[in-house]
C-alpha cells in the first residue's frame, strides 16, 4: 500500500518549457488535490477533483492545468513554465472534503 | 486579513513541557479543521482532525472554538520528535477548499 506518490521527485525547466506532474494514490480516494509551497506563504491549492473526469480550479490556478480520467491518477500540467512557478508540489487525497488529506512526498521544481 | 493565521513562532521548549498553538480563521461558515505536522523537506503529515466537542489523541489535545473563529492544539509531555512546523487547515465551507496556515515552529530541547 503505496499511499501517494509523486513523480518526478526534482526537476529543474527553462523558462518556456513544459512538463507534467503525476500523482497517483491506491487508496481508492474520489478527492484529489494539487498545491504548492513557497515559503512564507503556506500551501496553496492549484485546483483539485472530486471524481474521475472532475476538476475545479483552486486559489492559484492560472498557469497550470489538470487532467483525471483515471481515479487512481491526479496530472498536473505546465503549459510555458515561469519562474514564479519555482516551487514544491504537492499532491494529496481523501474520501471526501471533510476528512483530511493524505500527502505525497512533493515535487521540487526549479525554472530558470 | 488571511484566511488562516497562526504565530509563525519560534517555540523552543524543553522536553516534557506543555506547549499550545493558536490558529484563527477568518470565514465564520467554516466547516472542517485539522492539523497537520511538517517535518523539514517532507510533505504535511495529518496529526489530527478537530471536532466541535474537542478531541485528544494521547499527549495532544485539539480544541475549537467556534464564537472566537480560533483553533487550537495542545501537545503535553513534549518529545524530542515532536520537533516539526504544525500547520491549522481549515475547510471554508466554499465548495471544496481548503486553506492552510504557514505554520508554527516547535523545536523541543533535550
Known amino acids: 500500500n503505496a499511499g501517494v506518490t509523486q513523480t518526478p521527485k526534482f526537476r529543474v525547466l527553462k523558462t518556456g518549457q513544459s512538463m507534467t506532474l503525476l500523482c497517483a494514490q491506491d487508496?481508492?480516494?474520489?478527492?484529489m488535490y494539487w498545491y504548492r509551497q513557497d515559503p512564507g506563504m503556506g500551501l496553496r491549492l492549484i485546483h483539485y477533483?472530486?471524481?474521475?473526469?472532475?476538476?475545479a480550479k483552486g486559489e492559484v490556478p492560472d498557469g497550470y492545468n489538470v487532467s483525471r480520467l483515471k481515479k487512481q491518477n491526479f496530472l498536473l500540467g505546465l503549459e510555458s513554465a515561469a519562474p514564479s512557478q519555482t516551487s514544491v508540489y504537492f499532491c494529496?487525497?481523501?474520501?471526501?472534503?471533510?476528512?483530511?488529506?493524505?500527502f505525497g512526498p512533493g515535487t521540487r521544481l526549479t525554472v530558470l | 486579513r488571511k484566511e488562516v493565521e497562526q504565530d509563525p513562532g519560534p517555540f523552543n521548549v524543553p522536553e516534557g513541557a506543555t506547549v499550545a498553538f493558536n490558529c484563527t480563521y477568518s470565514n465564520s461558515a467554516s466547516q472542517s479543521f485539522f492539523w497537520y505536522r511538517q517535518d523539514c523537506r517532507k510533505e504535511p503529515k495529518l496529526l489530527m482532525s478537530?471536532?466541535?466537542s474537542g478531541n485528544e489523541d494521547g499527549r495532544f489535545t485539539a480544541q475549537l472554538n467556534r464564537a472566537s473563529q480560533y483553533i487550537s492544539l495542545l501537545i503535553r509531555d513534549s518529545k524530542l520528535s515532536d520537533s516539526a512546523t504544525y500547520l491549522c487547515v481549515v475547510n471554508m465551507g466554499t465548495g471544496n477548499q481548503f486553506y492552510f496556515g504557514t505554520g508554527t515552529s516547535l523545536t523541543v530541547i533535550p
Open positions: 487508496m481508492n480516494h474520489e478527492y
Open positions: 494529496a487525497s481523501s474520501y471526501s472534503e471533510r476528512q483530511g488529506q493524505f
Open positions: 478537530v471536532y466541535s
Open positions: 477533483s472530486v471524481g474521475e473526469g472532475t476538476t
